[in-house]
């Protein structure tokens, strides 16, 4: 990111980090069925009766790696593509890809917060 408005989002960013509220997150996780509660969604691991729902273009062998993201934001995410899943929208592979990588730049896995 560059420019003043790449600098006001990391410094957003950077505010708001540890400031989750761990109940809201476990009841985001309680949400989400046991089976979809992924690090690495990939053509084998999304069980398939939510597998239709990922639009991949050819780009679905290599899947998208939550790991690389602190573990709240992972539950997180993964709460969000099941409720995208769970209203019938659709979750496009390469733009969720995209996300969780720019995600992982800003906050790397092993950085919690405070």
């Known amino acids: 990111m560059t420019g ?9 960013l950077e505010a708001a980090r540890g400031c989750c509220d761990p109940r809201a997150l476990e009841s985001l996780r309680a949400a989400v069925p046991e089976q979809m509660r992924l690090s690495r969604f990939t053509e084998s691991t999304v069980p398939p009766q939510y597998a239709g729902a990922f639009c991949h273009a050819g780009t679905w062998q290599a899947g998208v790696d939550l790991s690389v993201l602190p573990e709240p934001m992972r539950r ?39």
Do not use: K, Y
């Open 4 to 12: 003043g408005r790449g600098q006001a989002t990391l410094d957003r």
């Open 76 to 114: 997180e995410v993964a709460w969000c593509v099941f409720r995208i899943i769970q209203l019938g929208g659709t979750i496009p592979v390469p733009g969720l890809s995209m996300l969780v990588r720019r995600l992982g730049e800003v906050l790397p896995a092993g950085d919690a917060g405070p």
